[in-house]
């Protein structure tokens, strides 16, 4: 029986990925409805330029795999059509099979073949290659994962971690111009994960493969993306660098999705909204029913009797951060605010709150 191989945590050196030649996957008004009438993707229309890392964002049941798999050739859409550099892989009269269009795919499960060894599932993507090149490219891959050494191992004798790098370097190692990978890192503890994303996306970065990541975490999808497509119900909502969503969601349910926030209700009057948190400006907006949405890091606590008056409610220590809730007259549910520095306040203190005017979103009643 074949001993344990020590765990490995460290990747190859950056730079040594193997770059290749980047396409442009477009979607045109792509829908997709399964038997039963049930609408997965609805209308959907995007590019994703070449070299560019894209996140697919939205929450479960939202359309983002679905859409992964029309790319894939694993599904076929409905309506639309799917060009790679202008050339039409997918539509009414053309379907390329999976093989043929140069587009490789990471599952979420990382699908490593449990009776192959760690080389044998690297070179499986490679039999378009002679043996020689073959064994030479999935090597590197290895190499570059910082796996050189795990060539002969068995899947399962490594960890979370480790086989998720071993499906990166099976997916690189054929120099794909389009990459999909599907919720990657949804399997790896927390601690781990933010370790392996940074990494993996140096990787991707080298290997200049226009890349498509689909996952149900924002903050994730901030930290890799050039641009974020976010989904809901089978629809594209928003789509734009990842501080565009974040600073101008189109919607409440979008400026949800990135941020848990404090909504206080308001009526808009001359494109300014009144709450019981005081006046703030809301340009373009008609008069009406309106809400404010004030993030938690916006809310800053200053001594009683400067400012909004307050109370402590209750105080959580998160480690890096606190959080604390504030009670304000007029307000039936407390101000939440993230401390940027360590202050020991105790439930009932009275004490002041500013709102920083960056920190604050206002959203007309029906654009909810």
């Not at 641009?227 to 909502?237: D, F, H, K, N, Q």
């Not at 909504?263 to 029913?289: H, K, M, N, Y």
């Amino acid at each position: 029986m074949a001993a344990e191989p020590a765990k490995s945590s460290r990747w190859g050196q950056r730079g040594t990925a193997g770059a290749t030649f980047a396409a442009r996957l477009a979607f045109e008004h792509v829908s997709h409805t399964y038997p039963g009438g049930v609408a997965a993707v609805r209308d959907v229309s995007l590019t994703v330029e070449p070299g560019e890392i894209l996140c697919l964002l939205g929450p479960s049941g939202c359309g983002k795999t679905t859409l992964l798999r029309i790319a894939a050739g694993i599904e076929r859409q409905s309506a639309g059509r799917l060009l790679v550099d202008e050339v039409e892989i997918a539509g009414p009269g053309v379907f390329r099979a999976p093989e043929q269009r140069g587009i490789g795919l990471m599952f979420q499960d990382y699908a490593l073949f449990p009776h192959m060894n760690v080389l044998a599932n690297v070179l499986y993507g490679l039999k378009s290659l002679a043996r020689g090149d073959a064994d030479i490219a999935a090597r590197r891959a290895l190499t570059r994962v910082g796996l050189a050494d795990y060539a002969l191992a068995w899947p399962h004798q490594l960890s979370g971690g480790e086989q998720q790098r071993v499906a990166l370097a099976r997916a690189i190692a054929p120099r794909p111009a389009v990459l999909l990978m599907d919720e990657p890192f949804s399997n790896l503890d927390r601690r781990m994960r933010d370790d392996v994303r940074d990494e993996t996306v140096a990787v991707l970065r080298e290997a200049r493969s226009t890349t498509i990541v689909v996952t149900h975490d924002p903050e994730e999808a901030m930290r890799m993306a050039d641009r974020i497509a976010l989904l809901r119900e089978g629809e594209l909502v928003q789509l734009g660098r990842p501080e565009e969503l974040y600073r101008r969601p189109v919607d409440l349910m979008t400026a949800r999705f990135f941020c848990e926030m404090t909504e206080v209700p308001g009526v808009i009057r001359a494109e300014r909204i009144e709450t019981p948190v005081g006046w703030f400006a809301a340009p373009g907006l008609p008069d009406g029913s309106a809400v404010l949405c004030v993030r938690p890091k916006g809310v800053r606590i200053k001594p009683a009797g400067h400012c909004l008056p307050g109370r402590v409610r209750r105080r959580l220590y998160l480690g890096e951060v606190d959080l604390v809730e504030i009670a304000v007259p007029g307000l039936d549910t407390p101000l939440k605010a993230r401390p940027r520095e360590h202050t020991a306040f105790k439930s009932g203190e009275e004490v002041g709150v500013e709102i920083d005017l960056t920190e604050v979103l206002v959203f007309a009643i029906g654009a909810a």
